[in-house]
T-cell receptor, first 116, second 112 residues
């Protein structure tokens, strides 16, 4: 299957700093990328959907000014957690989809963010 | 409001037996359903899917059944293998596949 990478895999930062997470589709062009957040023993919570070249669509309750998403190219999307707080500590996972409709999503390996 | 529910947080099965993972959904607009498998500290990987126009889809040891009237789907794994031990997420997409909603997951333990 298609490969999606995320970088970094793990990051620890101080409260108040910003952290950028990259999501890349390595062998296909991702028309759409999704960002999820997973709390321990809980489901994947969709944070936002981004299409290349346009603004991301955020889910209800997700602060767009706190979680900045940029989908600058068909192979790269970034999530920046601004002014991070300990409650932002979580496992962030991106996925990418080629084309529209029911094409399956390919997930990245996730990024573990710990805010001290 | 949980639109996709996996009511069993965990399931333990003996190797070689059948594993049945269940999923219920509430939104009748969902018309495409997927199962993903996830190992710790990794992203989910796609397993199998089914369109709402079908009631069964089979791929090797994995079969997904869909009961639209009951808004229920299930994943059958036969025979179960220790390597199948993972968290399984049920997911549902709306018409056009614009958004996919995931259930909370069921952790499957397959004992040797």
């Amino acid at each position: 299957g298609a490969v999606v990478s995320q970088h970094p895999s793990r990051v620890i930062c101080k409260s108040g700093t910003s952290v950028k997470i990259e999501c890349r589709s390595l062998d296909f062009q991702a028309t759409t990328m999704f960002w999820y957040r997973q709390f321990p023993k809980q489901s994947l919570m969709l944070m936002a959907t981004s299409n290349e070249g346009s603004k991301a669509t955020y889910e209800q309750g997700v602060e767009k000014d706190k979680f900045l998403i940029n989908h600058a190219s068909l192979t790269l999307s970034t999530l920046t957690v601004t002014s991070a707080h300990p409650e932002d500590s979580s496992f962030y996972i991106c996925s990418a989809r080629e084309g529209q409709g029911y094409n399956e999503q390919f997930f990245g390996p996730g990024t573990r963010l710990t805010v001290l | 409001d949980q639109q996709v529910k996996q009511n069993s947080p965990s399931l333990s099965v003996q190797e070689g037996r059948i594993s049945i993972l269940n999923c219920d959904y509430t939104n009748s607009m969902f018309d495409y359903f997927l199962w993903y498998k996830k190992y710790p500290a990794e992203g989910p990987t796609f397993l199998i899917s089914i369109s709402s126009i079908k009631d069964k889809n089979e791929d090797g040891r994995f079969t997904v059944f869909l009961n639209k009237s009951a808004k229920h789907l299930s994943l059958h794994i036969v025979p179960s293998q220790p390597g199948d031990s993972a968290v399984y997420f049920c997911a549902a997409s709306d018409t056009g596949g614009f958004k996919t909603i995931f259930g909370a997951g069921t952790r499957l333990f397959v004992k040797a």
